[in-house]
């Protein structure tokens, strides 16, 4: 299971796959590692040797600059190599091909992959045939896992409501083929939070929902009230072809946030987004640029994640046999 | 306007845009740091610590692997880290998005960006919307400017003939469609050159081309009597296309720069292009390689001028907020 | 020739452009650094400052992901700075165009050209004009050679089996198109092997290649008898268009390597292959995965013996002038 293989025997982070079944305190131990890995990004030089020497592969089977770039930043910030292999997913994912890929990437002793993958499920495979020295981080398996981005958004939280108990906290959105909801519904539970909504259409609604122990809405209006935080998640654009939604218009007409309906939140209540914003879509301009985003926020935090989970992850490996 | 945007209140470099309105103090203190930077270039270990931790972004909205080559080696021989982020100029352009792209590369901690854009005035935009802690050094914008190639022109000069006030220099070619020679003609004169010409046919000539403080000739030997320094300019294949010019021969018998017509210029004159060159079209490959040709040391001056930039514009970032 | 190229005057490494012709001492010092430079790949901290401040281009006129790769952790664990360039093997083959672009490069003070060309002889051509201070590594050309893959493979050999004088070493498969092939069989000779046979289809040998200095095989079981080490060269697909080969179905069925036909090898027969391996074409995946295949050692190797060439080539470069 994913505990055992995110875990070493003594507790330790080995591999970082999916936030499902993390102990509290490996979260929050993670949490305040990347509050220390803020102090690195505001220092005139913002670069720790932590990482000297070691080198990280990027494994990107499906494209993603933006992920990339930031996996990127946090390994060259720890002082390690980077270096970044597109791989077409088409052609790898005949298991065996995968596997010699990867027996000859640990061969050029890299010391942690860090992977991508349309399909669900692909990290943990891979951390499951790696060499014992090897580390792999989950940057965003098919509809199953987005860990770094789900702890990103409690980070961020937390910097400003760190009372988890009473807060109550609405994901916005497809629910149904997020990683990111899912990830998220995974730590805002670990982290006891006091209520975990989703608000959504039924077609973006997964028909087990209520077993992932969140409140249900179909209506925007009825979700937003007293929440403390709304989360909004990006709308594909895929979605809209397949039939799953009618228009960008219509949606934005039942689920997009406005100013008016941020106003049926709590007065202070935080605005978060993963990124990029399809303006006009998920939210108007003036709500992604109002005080109460902390969008911006997000996207720096998620370099100081990035560098907790790779720097704890790597921290106690032993040298390479 | 340009000036306050490129100097802070204390009279620093703070972006990089155009040479146009450059102080004479300051170009040349760009000048004599890229002297020093030419020191580190040839030295057996090539780096000096100056930028480590920095991370510098280079936005280039149209492909140059050359132009980003050099800036790449400029900043990494300065110790900083570089991500090169190919963007789409078309995708980018709504001002919007690229206002958010540029807003998430911040939130992570960019220091700087280098940005290379078909449209005129796009690093002035950027430079007018980033954050108070991000540096922009414009890589050649449009038709506008290219001023890092300008600066390394008149280094070059300046190495070989220090006198500006007793020098002529003639600038060949497409004058019409050049953001080199629209930034070479400001760095002339701001360094009071003695006179500075442009040569070309009236095809390739702005209507307004007497305003810029320079000498006109249509005729290429009427235009060499004399002069201290020949900048060819590099000939675009898409201009022959759009019916400005007859044809490559066509060019070549009228303005290319043969031996013979060399000869004409004074004896010791510096011949210059920014590169790379068509050979046959632009000059002869015997001016090309012969003994007057500096064209080779200014691809090396062209690395000392962006460390110069670079390493200036950077040296008093406040810590970021 | 090559061997003035290849070593200055008082017998040190310049470029690493052929196994043929080097002296068995240059080829020995080479796996001895080598093996010290394993040392620096498994410990912790897998960097050395030998080539801090150096700038290694990579020049790959044709793509390969897998030797890129190598060298640029290579280079990178000798702290030096990559540039990674692509170049379009048409465009730049018309020789003074190359050549301007290798004069560009050097006037950026790069320090080392690794050159991948699929064109015999373009890595001996850049030598042959790059300034006095750059040093060039042959990457593979054409048909004519890949000199580091040919010593890796002798190093996995020397690591197992030191004897060389007392070694039977075949190599299988494509020996005609082969520029690994011709690299083994040089590298094999100066070491003085004992005997070095070759097994493969009529079609897939040259004509002269009893000249070579090995013994022919045409039948595989034939040719394996008594060896102690099965070099398995890798089928490229192309020539099954070409009509040099019926079918791979047909080509396993005659020169597949099987758990059945290893056996006829001696009982400790070592199994290599350059990579990457088409199971099920040249050998059955119980053999590439089998304690005799050393395959994933060769990759292995191939950093270490990379790292040794680049810093032996650079050790002694005198200061750009």
């Given at each position: 299971m994913?505990?055992?293989?995110?875990?070493d025997?003594?507790?330790?982070?080995?591999?970082?796959?999916?936030?499902?079944?993390?102990?509290?305190?490996?979260?929050?131990?993670?949490?305040?590692?990347?509050?220390?890995?803020?102090g690195?990004?505001?220092?005139?030089i913002?670069?720790?040797?932590?990482?000297r020497?070691?080198?990280?592969?990027?494994?990107?089977?499906?494209?993603?600059?933006?992920?990339?770039?930031t996996?990127?930043?946090?390994?060259?910030?720890?002082s390690?190599?980077v270096?970044?292999?597109?791989?077409?997913?088409?052609?790898t994912?005949?298991?065996?091909s995968?596997?010699?890929?990867l027996?000859?990437?640990?061969?050029?002793y890299?010391?942690?992959?860090?992977?991508?993958?349309?399909h669900?499920?692909t990290?943990?495979?891979?951390?499951?045939?790696?060499?014992?020295?090897?580390r792999?981080?989950?940057?965003?398996?098919?509809?199953?896992?987005?860990?770094?981005?789900?702890?990103?958004?409690?980070?961020?939280?937390r910097?400003?409501?760190?009372?988890f108990?009473?807060?109550?906290?609405?994901?916005?959105?497809?629910?149904?083929?997020?990683?990111?909801?899912?990830?998220?519904?995974?730590?805002?539970?670990?982290?006891?939070?006091?209520?975990?909504?989703v608000?959504?259409?039924?077609?973006?609604?997964?028909?087990?929902?209520?077993?992932?122990?969140?409140?249900?809405?179909?209506?925007?209006?009825?979700?937003?009230?007293?929440?403390?935080?709304?989360?909004?998640?990006?709308?594909?654009?895929?979605?809209?072809?397949?039939?799953?939604?009618?228009?960008e218009?219509?949606?934005?007409?039942?689920?997009?946030?406005?100013?008016?309906?941020?106003?049926?939140?709590?007065?202070?209540?935080?605005v978060?987004?993963?990124?990029?914003?399809?303006?006009?879509?998920?939210?108007s301009?003036?709500?992604?640029?109002?005080?109460?985003?902390?969008i911006?926020?997000?996207v720096?935090?998620?370099?100081?994640?990035?560098?907790?989970?790779?720097?704890?992850?790597?921290?106690?490996t032993p040298?390479?046999?």
């Open positions: 994913s505990l055992s293989l995110q875990l025997a003594s507790g330790d982070l080995k591999h970082f796959l999916t936030v499902e079944g993390l102990p509290y305190e490996m979260l929050v131990s993670i949490l305040d590692t990347a509050e220390s890995m803020t690195v990004t505001v220092r005139s913002k670069k720790v040797p932590l990482l020497g070691k080198t990280i592969a990027n494994l990107f089977f499906e494209p993603s600059t933006r992920t990339r770039t996996f990127e930043l946090a390994a060259k910030r720890l390690a190599d270096l970044n292999i597109a791989l077409d997913s088409a052609a994912l005949k298991g065996e995968l596997l010699d890929t027996r000859n990437l640990e061969a050029m890299v010391d942690m992959f860090v992977v991508r993958h349309s669900s499920g990290a943990h495979f891979i951390a499951q045939h790696v060499a014992p020295h090897i792999v981080v989950n940057a965003g398996d098919g509809r199953h896992a987005h860990p770094t981005q789900a702890l990103l958004d409690v980070f961020t939280i910097r400003h409501k760190p009372d108990g009473s807060l109550c906290v609405a994901i916005v959105g497809d629910i149904l083929h997020s990683r990111v909801a899912r990830s998220q519904i995974h730590a805002l539970n670990i982290l006891l939070t006091g209520e975990v909504r608000i959504a259409p039924r077609t973006l609604l997964p028909v087990d929902v209520e077993s992932f122990g969140v409140r249900v809405f179909y209506d925007l209006e009825d979700g937003l009230r007293d929440v403390d935080v709304v989360i909004m998640l990006r709308l594909q654009h895929e979605r809209m072809q397949s039939g799953h939604l009618p228009s218009y219509e949606y934005y007409h039942h689920y997009g946030l406005t100013r008016d309906r941020l106003q049926i939140a709590k007065p202070d209540a935080l978060m987004h993963p990124g990029p914003i399809n303006r006009g879509v998920e939210m301009s003036s709500v992604a640029d109002s005080p109460q985003s902390v911006l926020e997000q720096s935090h998620g370099i100081a994640i990035r560098m907790a989970v790779m720097s704890m992850a790597l921290a106690r040298t390479t046999p």
